[in-house]
């Protein structure tokens, strides 16, 4: 049961997660303070966060990664057509090595007791 909670706030959190970094990514003006941040920084960090997050949300299917970077191309497809925001492949290219980042760290993280224990729940 425990697990099972776990797991919901993971998936409350990816939710939550996704609704925040699509706000900040389709704002027309940046957040104060946020101008500091490295925007490539910045998206590659969002989406380690967002590919920590879903992995533990959901377990089993590879297409989730796939599905997360697609997400990433969506928002730089939004931001085109928003006509104060622009389409930036290097934004798309920090997407998805923040992807990546996560899953060449996903062993290490998976030796973390209560992450294993979650991973071998479903």
Known sequence: MVMANLRSGFRLSFLAALIVFTGLALARYPMPGTELIW??????????VLAFLLDHAWRGFWSKWIGLV????????????????????????????GVAVYLLIQPQLRKIAVLRSLNQLD
């Open 39 to 48: 925007d490539k920084a910045g998206h590659l960090l969002a989406f380690l």
């Open 70 to 97: 697609l997400f990433g191309l969506g928002i730089e497809i939004a931001q085109w057509w928003s006509g104060y925001r622009h389409f930036e492949l290097q934004d798309l290219a920090a997407d998805t090595l």
